[in-house]
């Protein structure tokens, strides 16, 4: 199965929490962030990917606590880390239920991430250059 078919598989498979938080994250709902929903970042998918800040959020299951999940999520964010991208993982449980401190965590995240992305250049004035 290829990444995209897989992400497209995953999509339809959501669990409780990763419905709520989509639900929450689409259509720029959250500080106008642009989300997307299984976005491959091969070899993995990312749960809720945000392009313009290189951000992932992960909503983990209970595959996530046992001693392999925790491995390979070490290994995952690692690899995430080293492309640059900033992982912030929640439980379903705190999706669920503690959703306010989740969306209060993502926020503070975001704003911390546009104030390390440097403004662009201002343009120079007409009639600079020859």
Same mark, same amino acid.
């Given at each position: 199965?290829?990444?995209?078919?897989?992400?497209?598989?995953?999509?339809?498979?959501?669990?409780?929490?990763?419905?709520?938080?989509?639900? *929450?994250?689409?259509?720029?709902?959250?500080?106008?962030?642009?989300?997307?929903?299984?976005?491959?970042?091969?070899?993995?998918?990312?749960?809720?990917?945000?392009?313009?800040?290189? *951000?992932?959020?992960?909503?983990?299951? /209970?595959?996530?606590?046992?001693?392999?999940? /925790?491995?390979?999520?070490?290994?995952?964010? /690692?690899? *995430?880390?080293?492309?640059?991208?900033?992982? $912030?993982?929640?439980?379903?449980?705190?999706?669920?239920?503690?959703?306010?401190?989740?969306?209060?965590?993502? $926020?503070?995240? $975001?704003?911390?991430?546009?104030?390390?992305?440097?403004?662009?250049?201002?343009? *120079?004035?007409?009639?600079?250059?020859?």
């Amino acid at each position: 199965m290829s990444p995209i078919e897989f992400a497209r598989y995953l999509r339809r498979c959501q669990q409780p929490g990763e419905e709520l938080m989509w639900h *929450l994250l689409r259509n720029r709902r959250l500080v106008r962030a642009k989300f997307r929903r299984q976005h491959p970042v091969p070899p993995y998918n990312c749960d809720f990917f945000c392009f313009e800040l290189s *951000l992932d959020i992960e909503c983990d299951g /209970k595959d996530h606590f046992t001693e392999e999940g /925790k491995r390979k999520d070490a290994k995952r964010t /690692k690899f *995430l880390n080293d492309l640059g991208i900033t992982v $912030i993982r929640f439980t379903n449980f705190q999706v669920e239920n503690e959703t306010q401190e989740v969306l209060n965590k993502i $926020i503070e995240t $975001i704003e911390r991430l546009r104030c390390k992305k440097p403004s662009p250049p201002a343009p *120079l004035p007409q009639g600079e250059g020859s």
